[in-house]
């Protein structure tokens, strides 16, 4: 599966952006989705998670409340709606994929996603 990564941008704290992720493919429907974020001169660190299904989410502590993992697989996209954006949001987005991230327990690890996209900036202004 290849991924496409959009919707990054500008935006002032306080504000939302939706972050969209278009995969290739006829099996996107079977691939948990991940959302990952690297901010400059920080490691890549997860975001939120969503089961092939849609019947699965996980956040990260830090996004909690505030961010909205959600899937189409009719459309084999998924999306990252951002709320209430703060500053330290600011980053590079990745989305990934893989078939067995939930089934083995590492949604919340680089290593386990299989396929990358190119990533999306986003930058959240004080």
């Known amino acids: 599966v290849q991924l496409q990564a959009s919707g990054g941008g500008l935006v002032q704290a306080g504000g939302s952006l939706r972050l969209s992720c278009a995969a290739s493919?006829?099996?996107?429907?079977?691939?948990?989705m991940g959302w990952f974020r690297q901010a400059p001169g920080k490691e890549r660190e997860f975001v939120a998670a969503?089961?092939?299904?849609?019947?699965?989410?996980y956040y990260a502590d830090s996004v909690k409340g505030r961010f909205t993992i959600s899937r189409d697989n009719a459309k084999n996209t998924v999306y990252l709606q951002m709320n209430s954006l703060k500053p330290e949001d600011t980053a590079v987005y990745y989305c990934a994929a893989d078939p067995l991230a939930f089934r083995s327990g590492v949604i919340s690890t680089i290593s386990g996603y299989d396929h990358w996209g190119q990533g999306t900036l986003v930058t959240v202004s004080s």
């Open positions: 969503i089961k092939w299904s849609g019947s699965s989410t």
């Open positions: 493919g006829r099996t996107f429907g079977t691939y948990d």
